[in-house]
Nanobody
Framework: VQLVESGGGLVQPGGSLRLSCAAS????????MSWVRQAPGLGLEWVSS????????PYRASVKGRFTISRDNAKNTMYLQMNSLKSEDTALYYC?????????RGQGTQVTVSS
């Protein structure tokens, strides 16, 4: 199993970023996937998930309406479009198999929202 996140960076409040997760080593197209994040000094926090067909996409309340999760099963890749970013979105973002809680995840990509 390999999960490789990319797309993080430093962005001003109100800005946007698009995270990508390249997956390999397992049947991605039939796997429920998630994004989770961890802010400095805090625990792991679920952000969003997506079913294998992409039709169901729950979000945590604080990101709903600002973040959009999607996937391209032909490319074995999952995405997280993040708009209207806030300082409280600053965290290390991981893609994960399943719910992201006690399941395999990548090495993470850092998102820093600051002016």
């Amino acid at each position: 199993v390999q999960l490789v996140e990319s797309g993080g960076g430093l962005v001003q409040p109100g800005g946007s970023l698009r995270l990508s997760c390249a997956a390999s080593g397992f049947p991605f197209s039939t796997t429920y996937m998630s994004w989770v994040r961890q802010a400095p000094g805090l625990g792991l926090e679920w952000v969003s998930s997506i079913t294998s067909d992409g039709r169901t996409t729950p979000y945590r309340a604080s990101v709903k309406g600002r973040f959009t999760i999607s996937r391209d099963n032909a490319k074995n890749t999952m995405y997280l479009q993040m708009n209207s970013l806030k300082s409280e979105d600053t965290a290390l973002y991981y893609c994960a198999i399943g719910t992201g809680i006690n399941t395999p995840r990548g090495q993470g990509t850092q998102v820093t929202v600051s002016s």
